[in-house]
């Protein structure tokens, strides 16, 4: 790295060579005390929530669900038609905005605005599978019981409520016939449960689940656990609250600009609704200290903000001149100014690839399985973050094999599905 950047960096307390096998002790650490937590009384940053469900069996067949895609930006909602086969059909698809995004709303405002976005699929099946990410206590019902909001939603009043048993409401007083069951899930539980679609359990010992996209979130297969009164089952982490994490000058500064600073750590570490705003910190704060030309430090000065796309496109263009950084940099910058703006955001970038790769070996580790190459750890990753932004996949597997494969002789599979989130949640609409 340039001596000049890495001097930057380390005056601002922003590390992104750090041990990855350490930050997943630390996280197995906090994990299995949250594991303990209900018998205990053990603090712990991660929820580990309990949902009461694994992958089924068997195939659905001859059956409809319909499915909510409800996190990040996007609201999605479709029928899912399993046929004789067990062959999956997404059909009645629809997006819009996330409720709560643009505007606070209360908790009726919240449902009732659910409930317009599901009208084109009324009626068309009698269960709902509810991809609702964010942390929720799930019941063993399979309701969910919301323990706040991430992502930037604002709609404080639906906190501590049953989302499925409000929903269901809402639905009711819109005219709908009576919803047989809802089944709340989380993304990271979903793309578990496509994951396991994918790979029938002959072939592998234990699925993970993670999300690194706007957010950052991951599930896996908790085996019977007496000390923590556990059978076996699927546990959702809540990954992102983890708070053992060294936080840059550029951290806090994105951090304080969010609607509740100092929580979600590690997720605002290293997902996708963070990263720009890191990057633009890091890049306007060299500015202000002249670490560029003058004409380059006068420019970035007058950047209103950054995007993970922008930063994307400059990681892997940055001469291109369609978006703002591109012909910032084309405009002004010298060939030193390229060098050192290209090595800063890739240090954003290679650090949010290293705690994603020690999500993933901490909840290998504590699957406890993956011994046998013959049967290793099936792992589904989604998100736009991990599959979209330079060199973020490629720095997950090499810490994966590095560490995992090499060192703990735990062997991992990661396997890709279309349409994942959709189907693991028809899936649990299901179960």
Request: aromatic content about 8%; hydrophobic content about 40%; charged content about 25%.
């Amino acid at each position: 790295m340039n001596t000049k950047v890495a001097a930057f960096l380390a005056k601002h307390n922003f590390i992104n060579h750090f041990d990855v096998k350490t930050v997943a002790e630390g996280l197995l650490s906090d994990m299995r005390a949250g594991l303990r937590s209900p018998v205990t009384g053990e603090k712990a940053d991660e929820d580990m929530i309990r949902t009461f469900c694994l992958p089924p069996e068997k195939k659905a067949c001859n059956e409809s669900v319909i499915v909510i895609d409800a996190g990040g930006t996007n609201f999605r909602s479709c029928l899912v038609t399993f046929d004789e086969k067990g062959e999956a059909s997404i059909s009645d698809m629809e997006k819009t905005r996330m409720p709560g995004i643009e505007r606070e709303l209360s908790k009726k405002e919240f449902f009732d605005q659910i409930a317009t976005n599901l009208e084109h699929l009324k009626n068309k099946a009698n269960r709902i599978g509810f991809c609702f990410s964010y942390p929720m206590t799930i019941t063993e019902d399979g309701d969910g019981i919301l323990l706040g909001f991430s992502k930037e939603v604002k709609a404080p009043e639906v906190v501590g409520a049953k989302v499925g048993e409000c929903l269901v409401k809402a639905l009711e007083e819109k005219g709908w016939n009576k919803i047989e069951r809802i089944t709340l899930c989380n993304d990271t539980v979903a793309a578990l449960l496509a994951g396991a679609s994918v790979m029938p359990s002959n072939e592998v010992s234990s699925y993970i689940g993670m999300i690194l996209g706007t957010g950052l979130n991951a599930a896996y297969i908790q085996e019977d656990c007496d000390t923590c009164g556990i059978k076996r089952q699927i546990i959702v982490c809540e990954s992102g609250k983890f708070t053992s994490v060294t936080r840059s000058d550029f951290d806090i500064m994105a951090d304080a600009k969010t609607v509740k600073p100092g929580s979600f750590l590690l997720e605002k570490s290293c997902s996708g609704a963070y990263l720009g705003p890191i990057g633009f910190y890091a890049l306007t704060t060299a500015a202000k200290e002249g670490l560029f030309s003058d004409k380059m430090n006068s420019a970035l000065l007058g950047l209103d903000e950054l995007t993970l796309i922008e930063m994307s496109n400059f990681l892997e263009h940055p001469y291109k001149k369609d978006l703002v950084l591109g012909k910032i940099c084309a405009e002004n910058a010298t060939e030193s100014d390229f060098d050192m703006i290209l090595q800063m955001l890739d240090a954003v970038v290679e650090r949010s690839a290293r705690y994603g790769a020690a999500i993933l070996i901490a909840c290998a580790i504590q699957t406890g399985m993956g011994k046998n190459a013959s049967k290793p750890v099936c792992i589904l990753c989604n998100g736009s973050t991990f599959f979209k932004t330079p060199m973020i996949r490629e720095r997950v597997y090499a810490e994966l094999d590095e560490i995992l494969t090499r060192q703990l002789g735990i062997y991992w599979k990661i396997v890709s599905c279309e349409n994942d989130i959709t189907l693991g949640a028809a899936i649990s609409g299901l179960i």
